[in-house]
């Protein structure tokens, strides 16, 4: 089983980044996937979940309107796709598996770094 993110890079405020997660080893297609990240100095936060078929998608508060996750249960890929970035989007950004909702995250990557800066 891995995920592999791609896509972070340096960013002005107000600038946009698109990250993907490719998938392997697991049926994409059966796991809600999730994006998380972690700011300097801080710890993880949750940004987004997206169910296995993509129909239901949250987000936290702090990026609603500005970040769409969506998937491409064919390419078994996650998308992340992130509008009007702010300083305080920041961070590490992984994303993750898991069977449902209710679940703990099973599977992480290895994170694409954001950086959001002049």
């Known amino acids: 089983v891995q995920l592999v993110e791609s896509g972070g890079g340096l960013v002005q405020p107000g600038g946009s980044l698109r990250l993907s997660c490719q998938a392997s080893g697991f049926t994409f297609s059966s796991y809600f996937m999730g994006w998380v990240r972690r700011a300097p100095g801080k710890g993880l936060e949750w940004v987004s979940d997206i169910s296995s078929s993509g129909v239901n998608i949250g987000y936290t508060d702090s990026v609603k309107g500005r970040f769409t996750t969506s998937r491409d249960n064919v390419k078994n890929t996650l998308y992340l796709q992130m509008n009007n970035l702010k300083p305080e989007d920041t961070g590490l950004y992984f994303c993750?598996?898991?069977?449902?909702?209710?679940?703990?995250?099973?599977?992480w990557g290895q994170g694409t770094q954001v950086t959001v800066s002049r």
């Open positions: 993750a598996n898991r069977p449902d909702i209710a679940s703990v995250y099973l599977t």
